[in-house]
């Protein structure tokens, strides 16, 4: 069973460097999936971030206003989501989850982790 577990500060300030880290357990993100940091906040519904693949490749949302990055450690089974410069846009439940096609169908996910950005 693939389990997924977001973790990291739940407030942030303007203009500072949001960083989340994504735990997984079950399965070896160097495997063949898609491993992706999405958010949902009621003003803009379920929006992705980015991924990361399983050769290390990157790919991200053109339209975010605050700069994403997305990096691994596999000696750790994780992968971390930084957002430069945040706004309070960026306010919103990020949740990092899986999939074995990019941007399709997620057959795993994290539970979610409650970010706001406020000073």
């Known amino acids: 069973q693939v389990q997924l577990q977001e973790s990291g500060p739940g407030l942030v300030k303007p203009s500072q460097t949001l960083s989340l880290t994504c735990t997984v357990s079950?399965?070896?993100?160097?495997?063949?999936?898609?491993w992706t940091w999405i958010r949902q906040s009621p003003e803009k519904g379920l929006e992705w971030i980015g991924h990361?693949?399983?050769?290390?490749?990157?790919v991200y949302n053109p339209t975010l206003k605050s700069p994403a990055s997305i990096s691994r450690d596999t000696s750790k089974n994780q992968f971390t989501l930084q957002l430069n410069s945040v706004i309070p846009e960026d306010t919103a439940v990020y949740y990092c989850?899986?999939?074995?096609?990019?941007?399709?169908?997620?057959?795993?996910w994290g539970q979610g982790t409650q970010v706001t950005v406020s000073s």
């Open positions: 079950g399965g070896s993100i160097t495997s063949g999936y898609y």
């Open positions: 990361i693949g399983a050769s290390g490749k990157t």
């Open positions: 989850a899986r999939s074995r096609v990019a941007q399709a169908t997620y057959d795993y």
